[in-house]
C-alpha cells in the first residue's frame, strides 16, 4: 500500500516536480521505471507479433522508408571526452563568425586564441520559459552578443522554443513573429486524416521494432503539430539530423539539449545535439539518427528510424506530460477513428497500441518517461552495461537549468549567459543544486551569493582565484522596474498567464513576457561587452 501511494504521489505532482523538494525528486528510482517496462513489454510483444501477420502491402504504406534505413551506427566510446569530428568541424567554421562578431562588437580585431567561448543557458518552465527564452535569444541577437555565442543549451521549456526555431531555418526576427499563430490555441492535437496515417504509422513502426511506447508517443506529435507547423503534413516526420544539419556550418551556435536517466541515483545528464547523442558518464556517443536502435557489443543491430523531433521535444519536457493529457487523449481517440477506415487487422493493431500507451496498467501512470534500448549494452567497460534499457525523463527533475555539458573540458566555455525561467526563483535553488552537482563532479563552477541572485536583474559570478573558471552571468525571472513598473511575473506566474501549465498566448502576452527577458539583456548589455574584453585580455 505506502508503494502504490508513493507511486500515485508521484504521478499527481511530477508536473511541478522543480517546485518540490529533493526528497520528492528521489521517488523516480530506477525499480519504478524498470516496473513500468517490463509491465508493458509483453502488450509490445503482442502487438509486433500481430503486425507482423499484415500483409507487406499493406505494411508497407503504414511504414515509411527512411534515409538510414540501411545504415549500421556504432557507438564512439569517449574515455578522454574527445568532441566528435562533426562538433569540431562546427567549432572551426562557428568561430570565424564568432571572431567577425567580436571584431563588429568592439571595434577592434581580435586573434583567435584570445576570444571568449560563450554560452548560453535556459531553463524549462513550459511555454513561460519558451517565450522568455525567446526574448532572451532576441535581446543577444539586438546587442550583438548572440554572434559572439557558440553555444547553447536548453532543457524542457526552452529547448520548445531552440529546435522549432532552428528546425524551420529562419531568422529569429521571423520565427518569433509567428508565435502568436502557434500559442493563440494552446496545445494542437493531431486530427487531420494525414498526419493520422503518419502518426499511426510512427506507432506501429515503433511496435514492430519492440521499442517502448509511452505518452510520449502521443505527446511529442502533439508538440510537434503545435509549434512545427512551418512544415506542413510533414511537421511529424521532421527529424533533428536532417533538419538542424546546417548547423555544422556554424552560422548559428550549437544547440544542446538535455535529458537525465532515471537508471541511476543520482540523476545522469544526456546531452542531445544534430550530430550525437550520449554522455560524459557512460562516456560513449552515437549518432543522433540512431538513438532508439538497439545496442549490443557498440553496434547496432537493427534499422529502426530515427526518432522524431516532436517524439524528441516530448522527451525534454517530459515532465509535463501529465498536463497534456487531454491533448494525449483527445490524439488517441482520433487515430482509433482514423484506423476504422482500414482493413480489420490493422484496426486491431492500432486499438492495442493505443490501449498500450494510454491505458497503463500501472495505477493509471501519467508520467511520459522515454524507455529505449541503451547503446552501451554489453559493452564492459561501461557503468550501465548490463542495462537493456534507458529510461529518459525531464532533466528539470534534477535541476532547472543545463549547465552540464557547458562545462565539459573540451568544449572550453568561458562565460555562461543563464536564463532562469523556473516556476520558483526564490533562494535559486536550481541554481543551488547546479553548484552542488558541478562540486560532486568536480567541475570548476564560480562560487555563488545566493542571497542576492534571486534579487537582482543581473549577477556576475566567477572565481577571483581562478581564471579557467568559467564565469556564470545570472539573469533570474524577476521583476524589473526598469522593465515595467506595473509587470511582476512572479504574481503572473502564480495567478494569471505566466503559470507553467498555461500552453495557450494571444500575442499581447506574447510580447509582454518576451519583452522582460529581451529588456533585461539590453540593460545589462554594457557590463557583459566588459566582461568580454575582460576574457579577451587575460588571454591576450
Known amino acids: ?48 507479433n500481430a503486425i507482423m501477420g499484415i500483409p507487406s502491402t499493406i505494411l508497407h504504406e503504414f511504414l515509411p ?45 581580435i586573434a583567435y586564441h584570445q576570444m571568449p567561448r560563450i554560452a548560453v543557458c535556459c531553463s524549462g518552465g ?27 543549451a536548453g532543457l524542457s521549456g526552452s529547448s520548445w522554443a531552440m529546435a522549432p526555431w532552428i528546425a524551420s531555418q529562419q531568422s529569429l526576427d521571423n520565427y518569433i513573429a509567428t508565435l502568436p499563430s502557434k500559442l493563440c490555441k494552446g496545445l494542437e492535437s493531431v486530427k487531420h486524416p494525414k498526419l493520422l496515417k503518419k502518426l499511426s504509422g510512427q506507432l506501429m513502426n515503433k511496435a514492430l521494432y519492440g521499442q517502448f511506447m509511452s505518452m510520449i508517443d502521443i505527446s511529442g506529435p502533439t508538440l510537434a503539430n503545435t509549434l512545427l507547423t512551418d512544415f506542413g503534413h510533414d511537421r511529424l516526420d521532421v527529424t533533428m539530423s536532417e533538419s538542424h544539419a546546417h548547423v555544422v556550418d556554424g552560422r548559428i551556435p550549437l544547440p544542446i539539449y538535455t535529458t537525465v536517466t532515471a537508471d541511476v541515483e543520482p540523476y545522469e545528464w544526456l546531452e542531445f545535439t544534430p550530430f550525437e547523442v550520449g554522455s560524459t558518464y557512460l562516456k560513449a556517443y552515437i549518432p543522433t539518427w540512431a538513438y532508439g536502435r538497439k545496442f549490443k557489443y557498440g ?64 495505477d493509471d501512470i501519467r508520467l511520459a518517461p522515454s524507455t529505449l534500448p541503451n547503446f552501451t549494452y554489453k559493452t564492459k567497460t561501461r557503468p550501465l552495461n548490463d542495462d537493456k534499457m534507458l529510461t529518459l525523463i525531464d532533466a528539470g527533475i534534477h535541476f ?12 572550453k566555455v568561458d562565460i555562461i549567459l543563464v536564463y532562469d525561467a523556473s516556476g520558483s526563483i526564490k533562494g535559486c535553488k536550481n541554481l543551488r543544486w547546479a553548484q552542488e552537482y558541478m562540486i560532486a563532479k568536480g567541475l570548476k563552477f564560480p562560487p555563488i551569493d545566493f542571497e542576492l541572485a534571486d534579487k537582482q536583474v543581473m549577477s556576475i559570478f566567477k572565481d577571483k582565484q581562478d581564471t579557467a573558471c568559467p564565469i556564470v552571468i545570472y539573469f533570474p525571472r524577476i521583476k524589473n522596474e526598469a522593465y515595467s513598473t506595473s509587470f511582476d511575473p512572479e504574481e503572473c506566474q502564480e495567478n494569471d498567464y505566466c503559470r507553467t501549465m498555461n500552453f495557450t498566448y494571444n500575442e499581447e502576452q506574447i510580447c509582454e513576457l518576451m519583452g522582460l527577458s529581451e529588456f533585461a539583456v539590453k540593460q545589462h548589455a554594457h557590463e557583459i561587452v566588459a566582461l568580454t574584453e575582460e576574457v579577451i585580455n587575460n588571454k591576450a
Do not use: W
Not at 35 to 43: A, F, R, V
Not at 403 to 409: A, D, I, N, S
Open 1 to 48: 500500500m505506502k508503494k502504490i501511494f508513493l507511486t500515485l504521489l508521484c504521478m499527481t505532482t511530477i508536473a511541478h516536480a522543480v517546485e518540490l523538494p529533493e526528497d520528492i525528486y528521489r521517488l523516480h528510482q530506477k525499480r519504478f521505471f524498470k516496473e513500468l517496462y517490463y509491465t508493458l513489454k509483453p502488450k509490445i510483444s503482442s502487438i509486433k
Open 65 to 109: 522508408e527512411h534515409p538510414y534505413d540501411d545504415k549500421g551506427a556504432i557507438v564512439r566510446f569517449a574515455d578522454f571526452d574527445e568532441l566528435c569530428k562533426k562538433e569540431k568541424q562546427f567549432t572551426t567554421q562557428r568561430l570565424v563568425r564568432v571572431k567577425q562578431g567580436f571584431n563588429k562588437l568592439l571595434n577592434t580585431n
Open 126 to 152: 513550459g511555454h513561460r520559459a519558451m517565450v522568455l527564452t525567446f526574448g532572451f535569444l532576441k535581446g543577444l541577437q539586438d546587442v550583438g552578443l548572440l554572434d559572439c555565442t557558440t553555444y547553447m
Open 299 to 362: 553496434r547496432s543491430v537493427n534499422y529502426a528510424a530515427e526518432q522524431s523531433l516532436g517524439y524528441l521535444m516530448g522527451i525534454f519536457g517530459s515532465a509535463f506530460g501529465i498536463d497534456i493529457e487531454d491533448a494525449v487523449r483527445h490524439t488517441s481517440g482520433a487515430i482509433e477513428a482514423f484506423a476504422n477506415q482500414f482493413p480489420s487487422m490493422v484496426q486491431s493493431v492500432i486499438h492495442e497500441i493505443i490501449d498500450g500507451v494510454v491505458n497503463s496498467p500501472l
Open 400 to 411: 532547472n537549468l543545463p549547465l552540464p555539458p557547458l562545462l565539459r573540458e573540451e568544449r
